[in-house]
């Protein structure tokens, strides 16, 4: 089966771990089938490298965006500048979200939830979609997506219940899914329950591989696929199908 034009829709390619061969971990991407790598970042650091990457890789689709645990709003004003500045070169803000798995106080909750919000309307004003990350605050990401108007919208890795992500698909958002799905029970359940019609796929690389302790990468893109297919119990064409035109729903053309 021929898997043409999948999206990695969430990875870390600015990742130091990928300095030693970046080119054949690409290389091997493009033998899956995996024609574009939607790069993502934390800092203002990677934002600046992933530009520089996707200069000498076409393949790579540079995203920026402030972690949701760095709660400093002179960071987020320098990151919002700096997206402002470079929005023909940006596919996507990201990684920005919530994180209850790590910020546990009431007032750094508000603060993450202030800094949040200012993403959320940034992608407004600048019609970019947003590259979600919403650890442990699945249902409160959602709740803050709706009631900013948000519009174009992935949940990346969401680990909710099926409940918490209903009102996202109802209101059009899209839900990225790791390799990890294959040693998750909740992923799986998750996919059992969505709509194949908003399903794109991740790998989140380095991280939420199929084998938990060995480096992700993009070329593992296939399991994703593959394990909706099976749960969804279609073929991996029909998912190949729904998850290239989804992707295009939200991102457009590359």
């Known amino acids: 089966m021929t898997r043409s034009n999948l999206t990695d829709a969430h990875a ?51 995203a920026a965006g ?9 960071q987020a004003d320098e990151m919002m500048a700096f997206i402002r500045h470079n929005r023909r070169h940006l596919v996507a803000i990201g990684e920005v979200g919530l994180d209850y798995w790590v910020v546990k106080a009431d007032s750094e909750k508000a603060l ?4 949040f919000t200012r993403f959320v309307a940034l992608s407004r004003e600048l019609d970019l979609p947003l590259n979600v990350h919403s650890r ?17 919208v992935q949940m990346h890795a ?9 009102p996202a698909v109802e209101a059009g958002y899209f839900f990225s899914i790791p390799p990890s799905i294959v040693r998750s029970r909740q992923k799986q359940k998750l996919v059992k329950q969505l709509p ?17 302790q060995t480096r992700n990468e993009p070329a593992n893109l296939t399991v994703s696929i593959g394990a909706i297919a099976q749960i969804k119990a279609v073929s991996e064409a029909a998912v190949v199908e729904a ?3 989804n992707t295009r729903r939200l991102y457009g053309k590359f």
């Open 196 to 212: 194949l019609s908003c399903l794109l796929v991740e790998t989140d690389s380095p991280v939420l591989g199929p084998e938990g």
């Open 112 to 115: 993450q939830r202030e800094i």
């Open 243 to 245: 998850v290239v035109e």
């Open 66 to 74: 402030l972690y949701p645990t760095i709660l400093d709003p002179d």
């Open 12 to 62: 870390h390619l600015c990742d130091a771990v990928f300095d030693t061969d970046r080119d054949r971990v690409l290389a091997r991407a493009q033998a899956a089938g995996v024609g574009a790598v939607v790069t993502v970042g934390e800092t203002l650091a990677d934002a600046r490298r992933n530009l520089d990457l996707a200069a000498a890789f076409p393949m790579l689709k540079a």
């Open 158 to 166: 969401f680990d909710g219940k099926a409940g918490a992500a209903l």
């Open 136 to 152: 442990s605050a699945g249902r409160h990401a959602v709740a803050l997506l709706l009631d900013n108007d948000a519009t174009r």
